[in-house]
């Protein structure tokens, strides 16, 4: 969620934590950004919770159905 950063996007890897041995590309969005983009598509959402780290960061997990 990008109303913790000041970017909109980044390449990042976390390791220690988790980590694919290579940078991931993470796009950062407000929830009401991702909802319209998900309602621009054939998918519904099925559930949707968000997450805040023990450092701030907040995650917002979507379950969808096509």
């Known amino acids: 969620n990008r109303e913790c950063k000041k970017v909109d996007s980044k390449w990042a890897d976390f ?3 988790y980590s694919v041995g290579e940078n991931r590309y993470f796009n950062y969005y407000k929830k009401e950004d991702m909802d319209k983009i998900i309602l621009n598509t054939k998918f519904k959402i099925i559930d949707f919770q968000s997450n805040t780290t023990s ?3 907040k995650w917002l ?3 969808l159905k096509k």
Do not use: A, F, N
Request: aromatic share 12%; glycine share 22%.
């Open 15 to 17: 390791p220690g934590l």
């Open 55 to 57: 450092s701030g960061v």
């Open 61 to 63: 997990i979507y379950v």
